[in-house]
C-alpha cells in the first residue's frame, strides 16, 4: 500500500497551496513572482516527506543519497557565507528551492519495488489523467492542453508536468509491457496527442524517441520494419499538426480566457513555420550567455557565486539548472552531482552484460532528465519535476546497487 501511496503521489499533478486549499484557478499562474504563498506546490512534495517517515528504518540503504545530498548543502552555505558581505535573503530562498527536491533521491534509494508497484500506479495515474486532460481540453475548445480540470488546475501543464507524465508512460512501458501490451496499445496514441498538445520539443522529442526506440528493440525480423514505419508516420504526423499549429492555434487561442502567458509557447511555432529560429530558443542562447559570463566574471564567482541571484525583473532561471546553480553558488557546487552521475555510468558500465531491460530504460529515462533535459530548464529545482527525476535516479541506485543476477526483467 506504501508503494501505491508514494507511485500514484509522485506522478499525479494535483497542486495545493500553503493556505491549504486546492490550486483551482480559471486563469493559470504563469509566474507567482517569488511569492512562496502564490506558488502552487505539488501533492508529490507530500508523498515524498510521506513515503520518507514511513520507510525511515531503511535510510542505511540511502547513505550514498544522504552523503550528496549533505555535500550539496554544505556547498552552498560555504557559498552564501562566503559569496557578499552580507547573507542574502534570497540566496537562502534559492538553497531551499534546489536541495527541497533532492529528498526524492533518498526516497528512491530506499525502494525495493520486488512485484512493480511504482510502474503500475504510474500506469493508473496516466490511464486517469492524459484522456481526462484532451477531453476536458476539447469540450472548452482548447487545441493545446488545457491546465483547468474545474476540480483542480494543473500548473505549469505546458512545460514541465508532461514531460513527467511521458517519462512516467516509458517507465512503465518499459516494466509491464508483456503484461499489460493492450493497455499500451490503447494509451500509446494518447500520450502522442497529449505529446503534441504540449507544445514542447523536448517532451515531443522523448516520447516519439522512446517509443520507435522501444519498438525496433522489442520486434524482431521483418517486424522491425514496422518500427521504420512508426517513425516516419510519428514525424510526419507531428510535422502536418505543427505546421498547421502556428496560425490555427494561435488564432484559435487568442479568444480563450487565460491563455495570456501562454504566448511564448504557443508563439514559437510561428517562425519555425517560416525557417526561423524559434523565439524561446534564441532566448535561451541569450541566457546562457548572460550566466555563463557571469561565472566567468572572477575566480571568486567560479568557485564560490554570486552574493544574490539575479533580480526577478532582469531574469527569473539561466534555463539550464547547471549554469543557474554554478552562477548561484559556484562551480565547486555541482560536484557532488556530477560525481553522482559519474558513480552512475560507472555502475552501469560494470554490469552492462547483465542488467535487465526495465533497468536499462530506467537508466536512459533518468540521463535524459537530468542531462538533457537539465539543460534546457531548471528541471532539478522545480519541486514536481525535480522530486520525480531525482525519486528515478534513486530507484536506478536501488537496482545499481543489487547484483544485476537477482534482479527481475
Not at 527536491?101 to 525495493?112: A, D, F, K, S, W
Not at 571568486?300 to 539550464?320: C, L, Q
Not at 560536484?335 to 526495465?358: E, F, K, M, S, Y
Request: charged share 10%; proline share 5%.
Amino acid at each position: 500500500m506504501i508503494l501505491w501511496i508514494i507511485g500514484i503521489g509522485l506522478l499525479f499533478p494535483l497542486f495545493f497551496k500553503l493556505s491549504g486549499s486546492i490550486y483551482n484557478s480559471v486563469n493559470p499562474v504563469w509566474d507567482s513572482g517569488g511569492v512562496i504563498s502564490q506558488l502552487p506546490l505539488p501533492v508529490s512534495l507530500l508523498a515524498c516527506c510521506g513515503g520518507l517517515f514511513l520507510l525511515a528504518g531503511r535510510y542505511r540503504r540511502a547513505t550514498l543519497a544522504l552523503s550528496v545530498i549533505a555535500s550539496i548543502a554544505l556547498l552552498m552555505v560555504l557559498s552564501l557565507v562566503l559569496a557578499g558581505p552580507e547573507i542574502e535573503l534570497r540566496k537562502v530562498v534559492l538553497i531551499i528551492q534546489v536541495l527541497l527536491p533532492t529528498t526524492g533521491l533518498v526516497l528512491g534509494q530506499l525502494i525495493e519495488d520486488n512485484k512493480k508497484v511504482i510502474p503500475r500506479a504510474f500506469l493508473g495515474v496516466l490511464l486517469f489523467i492524459v484522456p481526462v486532460q484532451l477531453l476536458v481540453g476539447w469540450v472548452q475548445g482548447n487545441l493545446t492542453l488545457t491546465h483547468y480540470m474545474y476540480i483542480f488546475s494543473i500548473y505549469q501543464h505546458f512545460q514541465f508536468v508532461p514531460l513527467v507524465l511521458v517519462c512516467g508512460f516509458a517507465y512503465s512501458m518499459s516494466i509491464l509491457w508483456d503484461k499489460y501490451k493492450k493497455t499500451f496499445y490503447l494509451l500509446t496514441p494518447l500520450i502522442y496527442l497529449y505529446a503534441i498538445e504540449s507544445l514542447s520539443f523536448l517532451t515531443i522529442f522523448a516520447f516519439v524517441a522512446f517509443v520507435c526506440t522501444f519498438t525496433f528493440v522489442r520486434l524482431k525480423g521483418f517486424k522491425k520494419m514496422q518500427a521504420i514505419i512508426l517513425f516516419g508516420v510519428a514525424i510526419l504526423g507531428m510535422q502536418a499538426y505543427l505546421s498547421v499549429m502556428g496560425d490555427v492555434i494561435i488564432n484559435h487561442q487568442a479568444g480563450i480566457a487565460g491563455v495570456g502567458g501562454a504566448d511564448k509557447y504557443i508563439g514559437k511555432f510561428q517562425p519555425l513555420g517560416r525557417g526561423e529560429t524559434p523565439r524561446n530558443v534564441q532566448d535561451r542562447i541569450g541566457d546562457w550567455s548572460l550566466y555563463g559570463n557571469g561565472i566567468v566574471e572572477s575566480v571568486k564567482t567560479a568557485f564560490i557565486g554570486h552574493p544574490a541571484p539575479y533580480p526577478r525583473e532582469v531574469k527569473t532561471s539561466a534555463h539550464n539548472w547547471y549554469l543557474d546553480t554554478a552562477y548561484n553558488f559556484g562551480l565547486i557546487s555541482l560536484l557532488p552531482v556530477v560525481l553522482l552521475l559519474i558513480c552512475t555510468l560507472n555502475l552501469l558500465w560494470q554490469g552492462r552484460a547483465d542488467w535487465p531491460p526495465g533497468t536499462v530504460w530506467l537508466a536512459a529515462i533518468v540521463l535524459y532528465l537530468v542531462v538533457i533535459d537539465s539543460n534546457f530548464k531548471v528541471t532539478l529545482r522545480q519541486p514536481y519535476p525535480g522530486i520525480f527525476a531525482f525519486f528515478l535516479w534513486g530507484l536506478l541506485l536501488s537496482n545499481l546497487k543489487r547484483s544485476p543476477l537477482n534482479l527481475e526483467s
